[in-house]
């Protein structure tokens, strides 16, 4: 007589996790977005916005930065000593350079800052019309359960922020050596971008809970999104379409893991 077949329970379903390989396509979906006449228009108010910042920081920061950077390298005496070093050995004197050394100090810390600027703005105003405008084009199904959005947006934005510009400048005299001032610079935009972003690319649709584990579950690939834009952040004409640009793709690449995160607990339910 033969045994019946066992059946065995059906099994839970494996997390499924958007992973590095949702990143190309969040960026080829964001390409695409920001060709629309919407989109395009998006990106003037973060442009303006930290043209402006940079215009009055030059008119009403930079001379006061300059007198002060160079009375503090005037009465710095390792730099003394240095000077009087390089002048016994009949090479140059730091005074000839000291202009051009504050002047690009007083750039290099002023330009970050009408960036961040910008990026702050566009996190704040901006990113609400760019996660409509994706939602309804790609998930209109998914629904908005986030609370206190603006006030999450804009606390996030602000801490962030006064972190990039603090941290920015104190490490600063890693520029002295190019190539690490570059990976600091890369490392810093890294950070801005992937924690601004990350945040109000979801958080009007995803609860705390939710948050949470999208963070801990793609912190690489949001990670990995911002050190892309870090990069081309490097060229200064994208300044003009890179807060769009990486509000776009951060929202795309965030609903579709919110999506298919609530795909997984409807499966489980």
């Avoid at 960026?27 to 108010?45: E, G, K, N, T, Y």
Wanted: with cysteine; net charge positive.
């Amino acid at each position: 007589m033969k045994q019946p077949h066992s059946v065995s329970p059906p099994q839970a379903p494996r997390a499924v996790s958007v992973g590095l390989s949702g990143v190309g396509q969040a960026f080829w979906r964001a390409l695409v977005s920001q060709v629309h006449p919407r989109m395009l228009f998006a990106l003037l108010m973060p442009f303006l916005i930290m043209l402006v910042g940079a215009i009055l920081l030059m008119l009403f920061a930079l001379s006061p930065l300059k007198t002060w950077l160079n009375q503090m390298l005037s009465e710095t005496s390792a730099l003394i000593a240095a000077n009087e070093w390089l002048v016994s050995k009949g090479l140059f004197s730091l005074e000839g350079i000291q202009s051009s050394l504050v002047f690009f100090i007083v750039l290099m810390v002023l330009l970050p800052i009408s960036g961040i600027l910008g990026l702050t703005v566009a996190a704040i105003f901006v990113m609400p019309l760019v996660v409509t405008h994706v939602s309804r084009q790609h998930f209109p199904a998914l629904a908005l359960q986030g609370q206190n959005a603006l006030v999450v947006s804009v606390w996030n934005a602000v801490w962030v922020s006064v972190v990039f510009v603090l941290g920015w400048i104190l490490t600063l005299p890693f520029w002295l050596f190019p190539p690490l001032g570059l990976l600091v610079s890369l490392l810093w935009w890294t950070f801005a971008f992937s924690r601004i972003m990350r945040i109000d690319a979801i958080v009007e649709h995803a609860t705390t809970q939710e948050r949470m584990m999208l963070i801990e579950r793609h912190g690489t690939g949001f990670w990995t999104i911002g050190m892309c834009c870090a990069v081309i952040n490097l060229v200064p004409p994208a300044w003009i379409f890179l807060p769009v640009f990486s509000g776009l793709v951060y929202t795309h690449y965030g609903l579709d893991a919110l999506q298919r995160l609530r795909a997984e607990k409807t499966l489980d339910l």
